[in-house]
C-alpha cells in the first residue's frame, strides 16, 4: 500500500516533517544509552567538526546539505524536523543515522530483522505558520514534555545549551524572545489535553 505521507521526490531548500516508529509498535529505545547512541548519530554526521571512528576515520559529513531543527524521540517512535540544502540531504541522513541504528539495536538486544515499521515518512512542510505548530507538536509529544530529556525543547526555550548539530534558529526566527515561543507551546498544552481526552473517550466508546 502507498503511503500516504511518505515524500518519494526531496526538494532542495525545502523543510521536512520526517518520523517512524518501531515494527508492530515495539519499543526502539529501551534505556538511556539507546536514546543517547541515537542522538550521537546526528553528532557523527552534523557536528561543525567532523567525527571520527575507532581506527580513525572520519565519517561522512553531511552539515553542509542537511540541518536538524527539531527532534523528540519517543520509547516506540520519533519525530524529526530538518531542512535541506539539496534534495538529497534528507535521504543521506536519514539513511545513515537508520542503518547505524539498526544495527546498534539489533547487536545490542540480540535480535534480527526490520526494527521500523517502514521507510520513514517525509512530510514536506509549506509555510512558516506550518513550521512553528509542526515545531510545537513535536515537542509536545511526552506527557511531561517541559524535562523530558530527549526533545529539543530545552533547547529551544533556553533551559539546555543545544548541541551545535541542532539548528533551532530558523524556527525561533519567527518568534521575538525564547520567552514567547515558549507560550506559544504552553498555550497548546490545555487544548492537547482535552482533544487526548476526547480520543481516549471516542477509543472506548
Known sequence: MPLRNLARTFI???YYHIYNRGVNK???FLEDPDYQFFLSLFARHLSAKPVTDRAGREYRRLNNDVELLAYCLMPNHFHLMAYQNNEKGVLDLMLSVGTAYSMYFNRKYKRRGPLFESNYKASLISSDDYLSHI???IHLNPEHYKNWLYSSYRAYVGKSKPPD????QKVLVLFDS???YENFVNDYEEVKHSLDLIKAELANY
Open 26 to 28: 515495539r519499543i526502539i
Open 135 to 137: 515545531s510545537r507538536y
Open 178 to 180: 525564547r520567552a514567547e
Open 165 to 168: 548539530w541542532l539548528r533551532p
Open 12 to 14: 532542495a531548500d525545502s
